[in-house]
Nanobody
Framework: QVQVSESGGGLVQSGGSLRLYCTAS????????MGWYRQAPGKQREWITT???????FYADSVKGRFTISRDNRKSTVYLQMNALKPEDTAVYYCNEPSERDFDQVVQPWGQGTQVTVSS
């Protein structure tokens, strides 16, 4: 089992930037695919981006061109650089290990997430 902890959220204006951090505790981090998810008020949690241990990256259309996922295996950390933020990006952001069959499915327990609020 892998435990994750998210941080870096906050309040920003439209067009601003934030960098989120996900630290993981567990074995074989370098070989695990990791991803970011978010849940806006009144909506279901959605997958937004994934990075494999080999560096393969995928983005949802909603964040493509604005968000960048990266990882530092030495620090067991996954990053999410968010630029050109929009009010619709407001949500609680979570980190997890996705199923390689379906990125919408995860294989680890959910953490507390970190709140991102974008004002207009």
């Amino acid at each position: 089992q892998v435990q994750v902890s998210e941080s870096g959220g906050g309040l920003v204006q439209s067009g601003g930037s934030l960098r989120l951090y996900c630290t993981a505790s567990g074995e074989f981090f370098a070989f695990r695919t990791m991803g970011w998810y978010r849940q806006a008020p009144g909506k279901q949690r959605e997958w937004i981006t994934t990075i494999s241990g080999g560096g393969d990256i995928f983005y949802a259309d909603s964040v493509k061109g604005r968000f960048t996922i990266s990882r530092d295996n030495r620090k067991s950390t996954v990053y999410l650089q968010m630029n050109a933020l929009k009010p619709e990006d407001t949500a609680v952001y979570y980190c997890n290990e996705p199923s390689e069959r379906d990125f919408d499915q995860v294989v680890q327990p959910w953490g507390q997430g970190t709140q991102v609020t974008v004002s207009s």
